[in-house]
């Protein structure tokens, strides 16, 4: 009796300190993702942006996303659908969402927000940053994880279209966000809006790191092609220019 006793004492003394410890670690983990988004307020986001500035464009009017935030270091923060059914939005956009946050995170400063959309033109062949996709492999283990589930928090890759945003707050970067699900132009829609519902714009507002078409605006090296029922700000913009073969 005397030993059955002391070894429910033993148990009950190491189930304590792994209450602790789990405590410790759901500390740690929220101090690392300090005025970020949670998962909760990431999907109410998601779920407002469409309805936030006129059309949003695409196949789905971003009503179909998934959304992903990393804090400054690269750590994944939140990661969520806008529909409660996260079967009907498409898995692929799962890991891409958490690419585009990393993405513009991992090339944004306090003093240059640069959007994963303004990365388009640099990385095609015969420009400055070709090759640039293949710097950072994505890693799977990601997939299907909270932050606080391995190891390596850092889910890696680098996307290089719309949907990506850096976060701000009193003018300093604290980290990305993600939105996949869409073309890539209503991705980049919705990321802004989401950023802007959130309150974490830069310093230049919430156009600083705006996707530009080229035409109708000028030439320019941030320049994205237009997609699939293209909207930017509530007006239309056109659409993905149509293949050809001999």
Known sequence: MRWTLRVV??????????VVAMAATSAASSSK?????????????LQAAPAAGGSA???????????AVVNRAGEL????TSTDDPTQVW??????????????????LDDLALSTAMLYTF????HSLFGLNNSNPFNPD?????????????????ITFGGGTALYKNGKIIGGLGIS??????????????????????????????????PPEPPSVFAHPKCVNTWKNGVFIGNETLATYP
């Open 77 to 80: 923060c939140a990661f969520t």
């Open 181 to 214: 699900g869409d073309t890539a132009c209503a991705d980049h829609e919705i990321s802004k809006r989401v950023r802007n519902l959130a309150g974490l714009n830069p310093p230049g507002g919430p156009l600083a790191d705006d996707i530009v078409y080229s």
């Open 142 to 158: 990601f997939l299907g994880k909270s932050m606080n589930e391995g190891q390596n928090k850092v889910a890696g890759d680098v």
């Open 9 to 18: 004492a033993i148990l009950m003394v190491v189930a304590g300190l792994a």
């Open 57 to 67: 464009g695409g196949l789905f009017e971003g009503e179909r996303m998934w959304g």
């Open 91 to 108: 898995p692929g956009s799962e890991a891409i969402s958490k690419a585009k946050a990393y993405t513009a995170n991992a090339f944004s």
């Open 123 to 126: 990385v095609q062949p015969g």
């Open 33 to 45: 993702c300090k005025d970020l988004p949670s998962e909760a307020q990431l999907k109410a986001h």
